[in-house]
């Protein structure tokens, strides 16, 4: 008969399981026999993200790193960007597109983070998807989940009526950090680098260096899956020694 604490052990053995699928962009089928059998593995990961625990998981995780930060756990501003991503075969035609500025064939990761780059919300279109209209449904989803959230910076690809719409509807400022004409190279912009280093984390994540998910909402819950890593080391990372 099962033991709670047994219990316990299989699922940090699930939750071990994922990371490492997603961390290292392995197959499902090529689950190294350490860890449970790849189809419960799998089962685990799709009865969480169909019922929303792993965003549950994850937010309270993120809660734990705003505290440890000595932030208040909800936050009152974000940054808001996009990614686009290649596709890989098993992404059917219906949920991928063309990005004609970066030349990818794949999906778009829309994502609001936090001023520590932590997750707020994301969304995973085709890559034809324009940001304003991927934005307006998901700063809505945003808002809902975090009520003190008052305003959201972003480039200049969120300029136009959303910024209106998202002061008369939501009561949420868009402010528009702009890249001024006479700047050349790589400069780093003010708030705009926070979301830029939340999308370089997910690179290191093999696992999101390309979309291998049939399922759009798949892809959405091995970002989070991505996250709650990143969160977990940070929150075992010893505190700096006082001066």
């Not at 990371?19 to 799998?42: E, Q, S």
Request: net charge positive; hydrophobic share 45%; glycine share 6%.
């Amino acid at each position: 008969m099962d033991t709670a604490a047994e219990r316990l052990t299989s699922r940090h053995w699930m939750l071990d399981a994922v990371h490492y699928l997603v961390d290292n962009g392995t197959k499902w089928r090529a689950m190294p026999a350490d860890f449970p059998p790849w189809d419960r593995v799998y089962a685990f990961f799709r009865r969480w993200r169909d019922h929303g625990l792993v965003t549950e998981f994850h937010d309270r995780l993120r809660g734990k790193v705003r505290e440890k930060a000595g932030r208040d756990p909800e936050p009152t501003a974000g940054v808001i960007d996009s990614q686009s991503v290649k596709a890989d075969a098993v992404v059917a035609a219906d949920s991928r597109g063309f990005d004609g500025g970066k030349l990818i064939n794949g999906r778009k990761r829309h994502a609001v983070v936090d001023t520590l780059g932590l997750l707020l919300g994301v969304m995973v279109t085709a890559a034809d998807t324009g940001d304003r209209t991927a934005a307006r449904v998901l700063l809505e989803q945003v808002t809902h989940a975090h009520h003190r959230l008052e305003l959201i910076w972003a480039d200049g690809g969120y300029t136009g009526s959303l910024i209106e719409h998202c002061l008369a509807t939501l009561a949420l400022v868009l402010a528009i950090v702009k890249r001024s004409d006479d700047m050349r190279g790589f400069v780093v912009l003010p708030k705009r680098w926070i979301v830029e280093r939340f999308f370089a984390h997910l690179m290191r994540s093999r696992r999101l260096v390309r979309d291998f998910e049939r399922r759009t909402a798949s892809a959405e819950a091995m970002i989070y899956w991505s996250m709650t890593l990143l969160m977990t080391r940070r929150l075992v990372r010893p505190r700096p020694a006082s001066a």
